[in-house]
Nanobody
Framework: QVHLVESGGGSVQAGGSLRLSCVAS????????MSWHRQAPGKEREFVSG???????RYAEFVKGRFTISQDNAKNTVYLQMNSLKPEDTAMYYC?????????????WGQGTQVTVSS
């Protein structure tokens, strides 16, 4: 079992920055993948960015050059630095952790943190 707690959301004006954090506790195995997703009202949840235990990162096209994902393994924490925020970035942001154990895939979600960007 994995417990994820996000923080760092808030309200900013367009062009501003926020840094989201996601702390994992519980079954934090050494091989994993962590990612950020977001969901705006009336829209489906979408992938934003991810990082695996080897440090390989990936980004959705709409955040490339603006968002940076990183992690602190000692703190079991993944960060999402969001710069040049736009009103369309307004959404609930969720952290997800996945790992495979004995051939079984596990996925856990946090409760989310709200990001609101005003124009």
């Amino acid at each position: 079992q994995v417990h994820l707690v996000e923080s760092g959301g808030g309200s900013v004006q367009a062009g501003g920055s926020l840094r989201l954090s996601c702390v994992a506790s519980g079954a934090t195995y050494s091989k994993y993948d962590m990612s950020w997703h977001r969901q705006a009202p009336g829209k489906e949840r979408e992938f934003v960015s991810g990082i695996d235990s080897d440090g390989t990162t990936r980004y959705a096209e709409f955040v490339k050059g603006r968002f940076t994902i990183s992690q602190d393994n000692a703190k079991n924490t993944v960060y999402l630095q969001m710069n040049s925020l736009k009103p369309e970035d307004t959404a609930m942001y969720y952290c997800k952790r996945e790992y495979t154990r004995w051939g079984i895939k596990y996925a856990y979600w946090g409760q989310g943190t709200q990001v609101t960007v005003s124009s």
